[in-house]
């Protein structure tokens, strides 16, 4: 019986059943004519749906500025990493080395709760820095294409 052609479909199931048609074409993406050619044999107003796309895009370049101060933060996070631990063991080693009590572990210390503040910030942003970094992030490339 072919119930499923009567059958009314939400946006997350158009969704699913549009990016598997895709894949039986072995196709990942669709140009705008054809999203737009889409919409118009749907009944879907060319405005709205050229609205929609700009909101689509411009939500895609908004979470990509979100990645790449992510990235950035990391990356910051794990030269800290590294810095810390080359210059803590070289700390150890001339402690190690020189006669007197034991002192190496004040720097470890002092140096270690900068880093467990720099970890949380790296990986635990508050939504108001996640924001801030997006801007940041889309002010840095619209600069690039200026450039």
């Known amino acids: 019986?072919?119930?499923y052609r009567y059958r009314q479909y939400d946006s997350e199931a158009?969704?699913?059943i549009i990016r598997q048609a895709l894949e039986?074409?072995?196709r990942e993406t669709i140009g705008y004519?054809?999203?737009m050619e889409t919409a118009r044999e749907l009944g879907i107003d060319p405005v709205k749906m050229e609205a929609a796309i700009k909101r689509e895009t411009i939500g895609n370049h908004?979470?990509?500025a979100r990645q790449e101060w992510?990235?950035?933060r990391h990356s910051?996070?794990?030269?800290?990493?590294?810095?810390?631990?080359?210059?803590?063991g070289a700390i150890f080693l001339i402690d190690l080395l020189t006669p007197g009590p034991w002192w190496f572990y004040w720097p470890l210390l002092g140096w270690g709760i900068g880093l467990a503040f720099s970890f949380r910030q790296a990986y635990f942003p508050s939504e108001d820095q996640i924001e801030r970094g997006i801007r940041w992030a889309l002010r840095r490339r619209k600069k690039m294409e200026l450039a």
């Open 70 to 72: 992510l990235r950035r």
């Open 14 to 16: 158009v969704n699913r």
């Open 76 to 88: 910051k996070f794990y030269s800290h990493l590294w810095s810390y631990g080359i210059v803590n």
């Open 62 to 64: 908004r979470e990509t």
């Open 33 to 35: 004519r054809e999203l």
């Open 24 to 26: 039986f074409e072995k």
């Open 1 to 3: 019986m072919n119930d």
